[in-house]
């Protein structure tokens, strides 16, 4: 089956323990990306990744890091969580439609808390 | 920087009725519009996109209609079903960079939630 996983799926953590969220997509995707949701602001692209070794900030891209080290895997990497990071993330991935991403495909979701 | 938003957080409607979902958008450079649907406890799913070169596009039982002069976008779902009871986004695209061909960055909305009752 086709599809985008993320583990974990629920997390609870403390202030400044590091922590990783891993995606990986079965599709053969070139791009992938992350983002968060909170209530009230949508979706917010983090990271994005248009193909291997290849990243770029999205729209809130602080206190988070990402590699893209294999075609399907686009781990997310919170050096140093913080309260404020408390949130649902939700991780994607695409292919071009000429030239563009725009039909994606989105995991899951990984609910984190950071106490 | 430029966000896009909504008009109307949400939405109730009777099964079988048409729908219509709203969307401005602020940022003249986007060159692409999505819709997203997002069910509870689920992660959002494509419904259909646009590009800024045409003011209307169709789909199974949707139609996105795009105004550049107002910078509006709306999404109406014909013939409403319990099933489409969901958030809706609306997101935008615009090429990286003056005169860029690299679409890698999405603008989200910050959704609507449609209520579909039996």
């Known amino acids: 089956e086709a599809q985008v996983t993320q583990n974990p799926r629920y997390l609870i953590t403390v202030t400044g323990k590091k922590l990783t969220v891993t995606c990986s997509q079965n599709m053969n995707h070139e791009y992938m990306s992350w983002y968060r949701q909170d209530p009230g602001l949508g979706l917010r692209q983090i990271y994005y990744?248009?193909?291997?070794?290849?990243?770029d900030k999205g729209d809130v891209p602080e206190g988070y890091k990402v590699s893209r080290k294999e075609k399907r895997n686009f781990p997310l990497i919170l050096e140093s969580p913080s309260p404020n990071q408390t949130s649902l993330y939700f991780c994607?991935?695409?292919?071009?439609?000429?030239?563009?991403?725009?039909?994606?495909?989105f995991g899951p979701g990984t609910r984190l808390t950071v106490l | 920087g430029e966000s896009v938003g909504l008009h109307l957080p949400t939405l109730s409607v009777q099964e079988g009725d048409n729908s219509i979902i709203n969307c401005a958008y602020s940022n003249s450079a986007s060159d692409y519009f999505i819709w997203y649907k997002q069910e509870s406890g689920k992660g959002p799913q494509f419904i259909i996109d646009?590009?800024?070169?045409?003011d209307k596009r169709q789909g199974q039982r949707v139609t996105v209609l795009l105004n550049k002069t107002v910078k509006h976008l709306s999404l109406q779902i014909a013939a409403t079903q319990p099933g489409d009871s969901a958030v809706y986004f609306c997101a935008e695209t615009a090429p990286l960079g003056a005169g860029g061909t690299s679409y890698g960055k999405l603008t989200f909305g910050q959704g609507t939630i449609l209520t579909v009752h039996p």
């Open positions: 990744s248009m193909n291997v070794e290849v990243t």
């Open positions: 646009i590009r800024s070169n045409m």
């Open positions: 994607a991935s695409s292919s071009p439609r000429s030239g563009v991403y725009n039909e994606q495909f």
